[in-house]
C-alpha cells in the first residue's frame, strides 16, 4: 500500500501544496487558562477555568531540487517555498471581508496527512533554512519548520453546527474574541466568502464592531 503524503491545502482557493516528505514528527500544542485565588485552606487555592487558547501544531517540512546535471537543477524556492510562503500572504478573496478596513486576512489552511485527519487554521510562522547550493548559488535543499494556529475545533466539521436544531431552525454563534466575519462562516459553512450572508442575517453594516460575547444568527445554507 503506497504511503500517503500530507499536504498543505489552501481552503479558500482549494490549491493544494503537497509535502515532497512527510514531516518526520508533528507537535499539537493546547491550553486552556486557569488562574487561582488564594486560600489557606487549601494547596492549590480556589482554581477557576477561565477558557482555552487554539491549539498549535508546529512541524517540519524538507524540499530538495538535488538531481540531475547541475545546470539543470530547479530552484527550490520557486518549486517549494515560495509557495509555502504565499500561504502566510493576505487573500485577495477575503479584503471585502471587513468593508470598514479593507485589511483581509491570511488564507485558511488544513494540513492533511492520512485519511481521517487534519488541521484546520492559519500559518503564523515559517522558519527556512536554505542547506545546500549548486556551484551557481542557486540553493536546492531547504528546511521548513511551520506553525499553524488553530480556527476551527478539533472534531468540528464545517456546515455541522451542534445548535443548528431541526429543519427550519436557525443556529446561533457566539463570538469568541479574533473572531470576523469570514472566519464564522468559514466554521459554519465551509465557505469564508459567505461571511455576507451573516452580515445581511444580523443587519450588521460595520463588522469591526463584533464584540465578544455577541450571538450571531447563522441562516441554513
Known amino acids: 500500500m503506497a504511503l500517503l503524503k500530507a499536504y498543505l491545502l489552501n481552503d479558500d482557493t482549494g490549491e493544494q501544496l503537497e509535502c515532497q516528505f512527510n514531516p518526520e514528527q508533528y507537535k499539537l500544542t493546547k491550553t486552556v487558562n486557569v488562574s487561582a485565588d488564594a486560600n489557606p485552606a487549601t494547596e492549590t487555592g480556589n482554581a477557576q477555568f477561565r477558557g482555552g487558547e487554539p491549539a498549535t501544531l508546529n512541524f517540519t517540512l524538507h524540499f530538495d531540487t538535488y538531481q540531475g546535471p547541475e545546470t539543470q537543477m530547479k530552484d527550490v524556492r520557486t518549486e517549494y517555498t515560495d509557495k509555502l510562503l504565499a500561504l502566510m500572504r493576505r487573500a485577495p478573496s477575503t479584503l471585502n471581508a471587513d468593508r470598514a478596513t479593507q485589511t483581509g486576512r491570511t488564507p485558511l489552511v488544513s494540513f492533511h496527512w492520512g485519511r481521517t485527519w487534519s488541521f484546520k487554521g492559519m500559518i503564523t510562522n515559517c522558519t527556512l533554512t536554505f542547506t545546500l547550493f549548486n556551484s551557481l548559488g542557486t540553493p536546492v535543499r531547504a528546511n521548513a519548520d511551520v506553525s499553524m494556529k488553530q480556527v476551527v475545533p478539533a472534531g468540528a466539521q464545517p456546515g455541522q453546527n ?47 464592531l463584533l464584540r465578544p460575547g455577541q450571538r450571531l444568527i447563522v441562516p441554513n445554507n
Open 162 to 208: 451542534p445548535t443548528s436544531g431541526g429543519e427550519g431552525m436557525r443556529a446561533q454563534h457566539v463570538v469568541e474574541p479574533g473572531d470576523s466575519l469570514d472566519l464564522i462562516a468559514y466554521r459554519e459553512y465551509g465557505d469564508a466568502n459567505r461571511w455576507r450572508l451573516l452580515a445581511d442575517a444580523n443587519a450588521i453594516d460595520n463588522p469591526r
